[in-house]
């Protein structure tokens, strides 16, 4: 995977934070994602966020799996600690370096399939486990980087690029993390800066696991079989010399809506879909009622947005295993091993 490094000039006026660092130093790479993609409007909000919670980059970990979404990472806060796993497998990751070093801020990027198909069982457990960590799933209900096929989260009677319309039925990552018991769901659009960018902030902030399921376009699988047009057609019936792949530019998707309203929103594909922002009476700490909610808002046809649910007096992963205060990384030797003695007691636990 290759990047591409920002030229490091930045005007001298650019505001600053309490660190003394711009917005400019919470940037990485050059995104090589489609442009007008919503995963990069993504970024810009990370970006936002963890300038203005002014989060040391050093202390920053940056993880993801396999896929478009799991390439965010190194677009963002380049001073941090970066780590891609094997597709699915970046909660177990997050776990291990969480219990070495609780003193990091952990930040997960994961997409739809990296998370609700591979990757489903290692995420439930995350959530069981109240892991300390901001994850963020990046949902486009398709495979990106293979050509577009269906996700598990994937709407019943949407068509894909090549034609054929899914009949089964979605996970909901937000439901699931809800029965699952997470402290702290939420649920946005990718151009909502607005209402994205405080999410963040609250899910960074928050002590245990933090969900943001952020609604994202595909800018890329939106020409249609059977067009004369299409770049299907055109590799199917000429021969070129050279193979190459070209994605054209679109815009971004851009929503602006106030609390309370529903916005109906046109994707690059043709498709629709229908956003309902929370307004100031949802009770965001009932958890039944919030599912509830949530499900009556689906069965209409709507993605309900907002924070949709927090629970501050769970106990979050160190508290539930008793870790020590310091980083298991900072303890001596003497202090991590138990002997010859303290491992018999250990064994003769499981005997």
């Not at 160190?318 to 303890?331: E, M, R």
Request: include cysteine; charged fraction near 20%; proline fraction near 5%.
């Amino acid at each position: 995977m290759t990047f591409i490094a920002k030229p490091k000039v930045a005007h001298p006026s650019l505001p600053k934070n309490a660190l003394g660092f711009t917005r400019r130093d919470y940037e990485g790479a050059l995104s090589t994602l489609c442009a007008g993609c919503g995963h990069d409007s993504i970024t810009a909000a990370i970006v936002e966020a963890s300038w203005a919670l002014a989060v040391e980059p050093q202390n920053m970990v940056k993880l993801s799996g396999i896929g478009c979404s799991s390439k965010t990472t190194a677009y963002f806060v380049s001073g941090g600690h970066g780590f891609n796993s094997v597709h699915g497998r970046m909660p177990s990751i997050a776990m291990g370096a969480n219990a070495a070093n609780r003193a990091l801020q952990y930040i997960g990027v994961s997409g739809d399939g990296d998370t609700l198909s591979i990757g489903l069982g290692q995420f439930c457990h995350a959530i069981r486990r109240n892991l300390n960590m901001l994850y963020i799933i990046e949902n486009n209900g398709v495979y990106g980087l293979t050509k577009g096929q269906f996700s598990a989260s994937a709407d019943v009677g949407s068509t894909a690029k090549k034609g054929e319309t899914n009949f089964q039925p979605p996970i909901d990552p937000v439901l699931l993390a809800m029965t699952l018991g997470a402290s702290f769901v939420a649920r946005s659009f990718s151009g909502d800066k607005q209402q994205l960018v405080p999410l963040i902030q609250a899910g960074l902030r928050h002590q245990g696991f933090a969900l943001i399921d952020v609604l994202s376009p595909c800018v890329t699988f939106n020409d249609h079989e059977g067009s004369t047009k299409s770049y299907a057609y055109t590799r199917e019936h000429y021969e070129p010399a050279v193979h190459a792949d070209f994605v054209p530019l679109e815009r971004e998707i851009i929503a602006d809506y106030k609390e309370g309203e529903t916005l109906p929103l046109l994707m690059h594909d043709g498709s629709r879909i229908v956003l309902r922002k929370l307004d100031t009476a949802y009770d965001p700490t009932n958890r039944t009622l919030a599912a509830a909610q949530i499900q009556e808002r689906m069965k209409a046809g709507e993605y309900l947005t907002g924070l949709l649910y927090v629970e501050r007096s769970q106990n979050e992963f160190h508290q539930l295993n008793a870790t020590p205060d310091a980083p298991l990384n900072s303890l001596p030797y003497e202090v991590l091993s138990p002997g010859a003695q303290g491992l018999e007691k250990v064994l003769a636990r499981y005997r």
